[in-house]
């Protein structure tokens, strides 16, 4: 549920994707792929980790994402088939004497939940699921999450700012006559008509995933989407709209999930815990390397989108509006101290509050005495590693 939430990411129907490779099955290396022993001076994870560790994506490779990819150097596989790419696990440009296979989510996964393939692939140790999938799931695929790589959801609503001039947020947007399509199902929305910021009778849940609807409706209407895609996409690449959007996080209207949280099943935390409290660490720096200098992760991501050529389309405009807009809007930061990657309790109390009713609504069996402290945990977190500040 949560996973669809995000893969309507504009496929972009209105964009050519002419130049895209023809997809393939098969598998296109760089190099070897061993990496037996670690460098010298690099974390050893090799005595305390599985060979290989497997993480799944929510979607296709892009910028968000792009702290996955910084895990991996110049000498990787890619396998366009399974829309995977692995390589030794590199940690500050030394190998750990692992290796690590990033598996792309949405179409590559017939758009199934993470949580579900935690459970059902075994290649996999760890993937993002957000705190709202966490608590949904939890009776039928619990698990706990250790590394939290977005500070802010990216999801927001966005309008057109020349309809609707007086609108500044979501709260704003609800008391005009704007109709908000959306993907049915989403439990930001749940939040959103619950506490009255959004009339049910202005929404829509049969959003597809392009802008055709959106164009159609000469902004009257608005849209979801992410603040570190869309506000680029439709002013540079909808040729039909061709100016910029207004748009308010969900996280700001109310709803602070966090999004992407990496996240391993809950009956192999015990086992993974070795591993895990030498390999979060690494996971925090990647992030730092990354957003210090995005671009061979970038190179890497744009690669991977032409071999996978699922349909998503992605360039270099919307991977460098991604990176500066994830740091102008707060999408990653430290929070409220100087770490990157840990998780508050009462946000995620905070969550447990909005959603459990929702939930209960709905129908959908929640682990009996599911409390917070049961889908997140902050043990494997350095609290030295963060992002410098501006």
Known sequence: MRRTSRSVLVLAASVSITGLAACSSGTTSTGSGDATTAAAGAVDLASVCPAKIGIQTDWNPESEHGHLYQLLGSDYTINAGNKSVSGPLMSKGKATGIQVMIQSGGPAIGFQTVSSQLYANADINM???????????????????????????????????????????????????????????????????????????????????????????????????????????????????????????????????????????????????????????????????????????????????????????????VADFSVATMKKDGLVGNGADSTIGNFEPERVQKMFDITTPIYAKAGTKIAEGLKPGDIYTNDFIDPSIGLPKS
């Open 127 to 317: 993937g993002y699921v957000s705190t709202d999938e966490a608590i949904s799931v939890s009776a039928k695929t619990p698990s706990v999450a250790v590394f939290a790589p977005l500070e802010k959801n990216p999801q927001m609503i966005m309008w057109d700012p020349a309809t609707y001039p007086q609108v500044k947020t979501i709260a704003d947007l609800g008391k005009t006559s704007a109709v908000v399509r959306y993907f049915g199902g989403a439990a930001y929305m749940d939040y959103l008509i619950g506490a009255n910021i959004i009339p049910k009778s202005h929404t829509d849940g049969g959003y597809d995933g392009t802008p055709a609807s959106f164009v159609a409706a000469g902004g009257k209407d608005a849209q979801q989407g992410f603040a570190s895609a869309e506000p680029y996409i439709y002013q540079n690449e909808v040729k039909a709209w061709g100016k910029p959007v207004a748009y308010q996080l969900v996280h700001d209207a109310g709803f602070p999930t966090y999004a992407a949280a990496l996240a391993v099943k809950k009956d192999k935390l015990a086992s993974l815990t070795p591993c895990l409290k030498k390999l979060v660490p690494v996971l925090q720096q990647a992030e730092v390397d990354f957003f210090a200098d995005p671009a061979p992760a970038e190179k890497l991501i744009l690669e991977l989108v032409t071999e996978y050529n699922t349909g998503w389309v992605y360039s270099q405009g």
